[in-house]
């Protein structure tokens, strides 16, 4: 059974800097792509990013972009998500996907395996 597991969330300052982890276990996975959406309580999900794994092209939401990164390590099995100058509005819950199903990669649907999520706040 593939399983995805996030880290690096925590406890930041407006302004300040973290870089969440999403690692592959437990098998292989055939993915088209990576992601990470973020949700909070009683909001809809909303994409964050994403990474093209055979080919590591990137794309992000505009309401993070210029703030945050989305990279992978192949030999690792892993992406990674940089995010400077956070704000309050970047407080959720980051969940790491991959997508084995060809489709626009913002939209959860081409999606297979989910993380558990790994928590944000960010405080004034």
């Known amino acids: 059974q593939v399983q995805l597991e996030e880290s690096g969330g925590g406890l930041v300052q407006a302004g300040g800097s973290l870089r969440l982890s999403c690692t592959v276990s437990g098998g292989t996975f055939s993915s088209y792509a990576m992601g990470w959406f973020r949700q909070t309580p009683g909001k809809e999900r909303e994409w964050v990013a994403a990474i093209s794994w055979p080919g590591g092209g990137t794309d992000c939401a505009g309401s993070v972009e210029g703030r945050f990164t989305i990279s992978r390590d192949n030999a690792k099995a892993m992406v990674y998500l940089e995010m400077t100058n956070l704000n309050s509005e970047d407080t959720a819950v980051y969940c790491c996907?991959?997508?084995?199903?060809?489709?626009?990669?913002?939209?959860?649907?081409?999606?297979?395996?989910w993380g558990q999520g790994t928590q944000v706040t960010v405080s004034s």
């Open positions: 996907t991959a997508g084995s199903r060809l489709g626009n990669p913002r939209l959860p649907d081409v999606y297979d395996v």
